[in-house]
């Protein structure tokens, strides 16, 4: 048949890894290309020229950026455990509440991580309040795509690793079990899924990375006059 | 209106591009619709309730069930009207369309706002960015008529908006926004797009969105300089 799958990614990219995740749960043979971000190798530049990022899928030579286009086209390519609901209002409502995962979860928690004083207080209250929504679609299930890990699962789940990291950094708390109970078992039950459990980036090194990422924020805030 | 016999209500604002884009693609799917119009800024009890996260329009309701975020909406109404497809077949080309979409949405809507909300040399920068990022978009029509080819499609209604808002924003701000020798092919794209009699139709009076933007215009600006 000769298919040739690469992923482009880096070793600690979020982004990248929900493809990782995709394609390990279809079961597709591929080949990892790992990048060092600093120093982008032509073939990156070239397979993605617009954006100069990672996740690249390049599937028989032809080039795919951007992590939900990406799923959504392993999806349609490998019809083999669906990510994406077979039901259009299903799937749809699956497309609105991944691009609120990324437009509003995501980016709220990083400022909360991120930021400091005000500005972090801030993060934490709007981080609140858009884990409030995600705790309320939970609605009981296990997962957001049902009894299995579907494409929010997917979307989501830098939440289940990467969360504790930035709670242990700042120390503070982002998702209070308390508060959200449904998400906080979502994300046990998440991070020890098997495939999940086993394509996850070192702990330890993840720690270095962002409280690297935090320090120069935090140096770069307090050398300019804002 | 043609009543609602497919069961769908539109809401929608008469000034949106976004519940612009909705529109035709229930247009070029024959799709009869409610539409019903939210006087914004006060926001209906029925928005409210039915998109209570982003509280915002487009919404459309089909069976009871609604949905907001127009590309997700779009997408739904390719899928459940089956006829006039929107997106290509092939999910190569589907993602392609995607990536465009994508791209269009975050690096040019935001750039061409900036040029319209902001004065000096933030406003000069924004119009650079806009003007180098519809470059990059114009690669995207591979010199075909339109972005779907021999006739509009999916990436056409997404991004065909632009055109109409730019030539208004770039009379109201001042700014240059569609240069014709940069990028002559989307120019002449938008051009097409733009007298196309199911696109036409839909556009809101162009003298009444030109005194909105002017309104508009003038209240941005003014809180840009104080």
């Not at chain 1, 030579?61 to 349609?76: C, K, Q, W």
């Not at chain 1, 950094?169 to 086993?198: C, H, N, T």
């Not at chain 2, 609602?4 to 008469?14: A, E, K, P, S």
């Not at chain 2, 612009?20 to 799917?29: D, F, G, N, S």
Request: aromatic share 12%; net charge negative.
């Amino acid at each position: 048949m000769g298919e040739e799958v690469k992923l482009f990614r880096s070793w600690s990219s979020p982004f990248a890894l929900r493809i990782v995740w995709a394609l390990e749960i279809k079961g597709i043979e591929y080949e990892a290309v790992f990048e060092d971000l600093s120093n982008k190798s032509p073939l990156l530049l070239q397979y993605n020229p617009v954006h100069k990022k990672v996740p690249i899928l390049v599937h028989n030579g032809r080039p795919i950026a951007e992590s939900f286009v990406i799923l959504e086209y392993i999806d349609e390519t490998w019809k083999q455990v669906p990510l994406l609901p077979e039901d259009p209002y299903e799937r749809a409502m699956a497309r609105f509440w991944a691009k609120f995962c990324d437009d509003k979860v995501l980016t709220s928690i990083w400022s909360a991580f991120i930021k400091q004083g005000k500005e972090q207080e801030e993060a934490l209250v709007a981080a609140a309040e858009n884990l409030k929504f995600l705790e309320k679609e939970m609605k009981g299930k296990k997962f957001f795509g049902g009894e299995r890990i579907g494409y929010v699962d997917i979307v989501l789940g830098w939440l289940a690793n990467l969360v504790s990291i930035f709670e242990e950094i700042v120390g503070l708390k982002i998702v209070d079990e308390g508060k959200f109970p449904l998400l906080y078992s979502w994300m046990q039950d998440f991070a020890e899924a098997p495939i999940i459990r086993d394509n996850c980036p070192p702990r330890d090194k993840m720690i270095v990375k962002f409280q690297a990422l935090l320090d120069a924020a935090i140096a770069s805030s307090s050398s300019s006059s804002k | 209106m043609a009543g609602n016999g497919d069961g769908v209500t539109l809401l929608g604002y008469w000034a949106s591009p976004y519940a612009l884009r909705v529109k035709w693609a229930l247009k070029l799917k024959e799709v009869h619709y409610e539409y019903m119009e939210e006087h914004l800024p006060d926001k209906s009890p029925m928005l409210l309730q039915y998109n209570p996260v982003y509280k915002k329009i487009p919404v459309i309701v089909h069976k009871g069930k609604p949905l907001a975020e127009s590309l997700v909406i779009i997408e739904y109404i390719d899928e459940v009207w089956k006829h006039n497809p929107l997106l290509p077949q092939d999910p190569y080309h589907r993602a392609k369309a995607r990536f465009w979409a994508k791209f269009a949405d975050e690096k040019c809507v935001p750039a061409m706002f900036r040029a319209f909300s902001k004065v000096g040399e933030e406003q000069v920068q924004a119009a650079k960015e806009l003007r180098e990022n519809l470059k990059i978009l114009e690669s995207a029509l591979e010199g075909k008529q339109y972005f779907g080819g021999e006739s509009i499609g999916f990436l056409d209604i997404v991004v065909g908006w632009i055109g109409c808002w730019a030539r208004m924003t770039e009379e109201v701000a001042g700014v240059n926004m569609i240069d014709a020798d940069m990028i002559p092919l989307l120019s002449l794209w938008f051009q097409k797009f733009l007298e196309l009699p199911i696109i036409k139709e839909c556009l809101p009076p162009q003298d009444k969105l030109l005194a909105h933007t002017k309104e508009f215009h003038k209240m941005l600006t003014m809180a840009a300089l104080t």
